[in-house]
């Protein structure tokens, strides 16, 4: 019997109607391999997985196979972003056995969630080295028959290799100027100066380095980390990894000249991109910065939004072609028939010209995915009505799958994301979705103790704890959001979660683990510090810890903050790409971080200013200080009844200022 009818997860429910008798992850799964004595499957994937849908059609559709299966093991489905505890431990398993990973993940477990034997996608015929499904399956099998002792040796080492490996924290001492210096010169050298980025094919969207790029070069006045920020963020724009038509970002790219993306839309790259851009803006004033905030931010709002507020997970890769096949990429790409079928002969050209379109195609099957690139002057009127009419005749076609699942952290991304671009830009409707999704994840999300859940859908609470990258995030959001709305409120919210993470989630020497004390114990409890398409958990809650504490001046707060970024001092000199998040905050420390008090309306000219000040990680709380919303406004008064900005840092404060052009230069760091 397949058990995944009543999931939340949309992954899960892709699987509901498969012949494969699924469990979702839970206690009586694992009874059940006890009681059969089988071992179970694990299958984790995410519902935007081009491949998760390859295997599932070649194989969990099978009838056959599902037979075999349901015979031989006891098969478990998982939905990584909902369970990204469950994801990270085996994950973790399999690089360390295979020196690679990826989704879907199969791995094979005892009846004690002992993994034994590992693999990514497996093919239903054998090919590119790669055994078929089948032989895989037959193979374990027979294992488990014949050579249990081996199996239960096998097993028992690799969970305690596991339980064996110890992070290295980096002792005492909080980065410095040194550290964070050497983490530049790092990425200078793996910076691709051809097609801008860092590394080779695939290539990411680097969100959380170039967050530190911009944060060091407001502190320093260094120019070549503005200018690597610059150059990346404006070839991720022109490449095909942005949607030209409808704005947003693709997942990432799958050549090192961003020309072919892997095509699924993900609600964090966006989250994270969007604020990245107008952060851009803020440093440089540049149009195209300024653009792709509000197309990506827009996309968000009208693609992604649910009818309770918050945002969903991601769109597919996979669409149907005119033939109703589903095809990756299907949406998107266009040839040049296509595009004389829409525009007529004159403005096709003109089309093919402007975005890149040839007869050989850039993608598969003569296909080509829009990008931008002449550098040269073009007719933007014309191009802007070719866009328009483009966009509309691509509305006509089959859309991507939508992944419903609200998940907390990469809502508190969006919130932050939309409320400052809201800001910036003279948005308020922003600002308003971004107040609506912060009022789902308190209503919804945080329940009655603070106790965050990790998902929800349809107005639906899900049963998964949140894990620290939901408190990080979500706390990170509500403390964007306080800044702009001038409601302490949020601010409040932020501290309930950021106790959480001081009460369940650390360790010894200011160490944090991805799951509370409390949680599902799993065979490691999961811990990492580094980056991967989101900002660490670790990483994300020291830099709320931080910026609460500037607003707060709470002590315990600042300590753990401090403490957690000696991770940073460790490793961001050895591994900056992969840590940027933490530089980013580290960038924070240095400089303070600036706590600026404005005691005058919210919307103002001074608050604006402030919002608008380049110092990094920078806290801004406004609004008339008679009120106790706000700490940081406490005993401010007006300089002769105007309103006055207050800086403070490192426990020193400017004089007040009326003018909003001294606050800006006060704001504005080395850059100014």
């Known amino acids: 019997m397949n058990r995944l009818a009543d999931a939340t997860s949309p992954y899960l429910l892709q699987h509901a109607d498969n012949p494969v008798d699924w469990w979702p992850w839970s206690p009586e799964a694992f009874e059940e391999a006890r009681r059969r004595d089988v071992p179970v499957l694990l299958s984790v994937g995410y519902s935007a997985c081009h491949w998760c849908h390859v295997m599932a059609h070649e194989s969990f559709e099978d009838e056959e196979v599902a037979a075999y299966l349901n015979e031989h093991f006891v098969p478990v489905k998982v939905d990584r972003e909902e369970r990204p505890d469950v994801d990270a431990v085996y994950m973790e398993a399999v690089q360390a056995a295979t020196g690679q990973g990826g989704w879907p993940m199969t791995v094979f477990l005892t009846a004690d969630a002992e993994p034994f034997y590992f693999g990514t996608y497996f093919p239903p015929e054998s090919r590119h080295g790669l055994p078929s499904f089948r032989q895989v399956l037959e193979g374990v099998v027979a294992a488990w028959t014949d050579r249990r002792d081996e199996v239960g040796e096998v097993a028992g080492r690799i969970v305690r290799d596991l339980s064996q490996r110890t992070l290295a924290h980096g002792g005492e001492g909080l980065p410095a100027e040194a550290e964070l210096a050497q983490a530049l010169l790092g990425l200078t050298r793996e910076y691709d100066e051809k097609n801008r980025g860092f590394g080779g094919a695939p290539k990411f969207p680097p969100s959380m380095v170039i967050e530190f790029l911009l944060r060091h070069h407001a502190r320093t006045g260094a120019d070549g980390a503005l200018q690597m920020a610059a150059d990346t963020c404006e070839a991720m724009a022109r490449g095909g990894m942005y949607d030209q038509l409808g704005g947003g970002f693709a997942r990432y790219s799958v050549d090192r000249e961003w020309v072919v ?359 801004v709380a406004a609004g008339e200080t008679s009120g106790s919303e706000f700490p940081l406004l406490a005993d401010r008064p007006k300089v002769d009844g105007a309103p006055t900005a207050y800086v403070c840092r490192h426990f020193v404060c400017e004089a007040p200022t009326t003018d909003p052009e001294a606050l800006a230069r006060a704001l504005g760091g080395a850059a100014s």
């Open 261 to 619: 993306p892997h095509f699924e839309k993900m609600l964090y790259d966006n989250a994270l991109l969007c604020r990245v851009y107008a952060h851009l803006w803020r440093s440089t004033g540049s149009e195209s910065a300024r653009r792709v905030a509000l197309e990506t931010a827009d996309f968000m709002v009208r693609e992604l939004r649910t009818a309770e507020g918050g945002f969903a997970s991601a769109l597919d890769a996979d669409s149907e072609d005119a033939d109703g096949k589903h095809v990756e990429g299907a949406y998107y790409v266009w040839t040049p028939a296509q595009l004389r079928e829409v525009l007529g002969q004159d403005d096709a050209v003109f089309a093919a010209e402007y975005f890149g379109v040839s007869e050989e195609g850039t993608f598969e099957e003569g296909a080509s995915v829009l990008q931008l690139p002449l550098t040269g002057p073009v007719d933007e009127a014309r191009a802007a009505g070719v866009r328009a009419r483009l966009l509309a005749a691509r509305e006509l076609r089959a859309r991507p799958g939508r992944d419903d699942k609200v998940v907390a952290a990469w809502n508190g991304l969006a919130v932050a994301a939309l409320a400052e671009a809201g800001a910036y830009f003279d948005r308020p409707d922003l600002v308003e979705r971004a107040t609506e999704a912060a009022d789902l994840l308190v209503r919804l999300h945080m329940g009655p103790v603070a106790r965050l859940v990790r998902t929800s859908k349809d107005g639906r609470a899900g049963e998964h704890a949140g894990v620290l990258e939901d408190y990080g995030d979500v706390a990170e959001g509500f403390l964007a959001l306080a800044a702009v709305t001038g409601e302490g409120v949020w601010l409040e919210f932020a501290g309930f979660l950021l106790d959480i993470v001081l009460e369940h989630f650390t360790g010894e020497g200011g160490q944090f683990y991805d799951t509370a004390d409390d949680a599902e114990q799993l065979i490691r409890r999961p811990q990492d510090p580094t980056d991967s398409a989101t900002p660490a958990g670790w990483t994300a809650a020291a830099g709320a810890l931080l910026s609460y504490a500037a607003y707060t001046g709470s002590e315990p707060h600042r300590t753990a903050a401090e403490e957690a970024l000696g991770v940073v001092k460790a490793l961001g000199p050895k591994a900056p790409r992969f840590i940027g998040w933490g530089l980013a905050v580290a960038e924070a420390l240095l400089d303070g971080p600036r706590e600026v008090a404005v005691a005058g309306p919210v919307g103002g000219e001074l608050h604006r200013t402030a919002l608008l000040g380049r110092a990094p990680g920078a806290v």
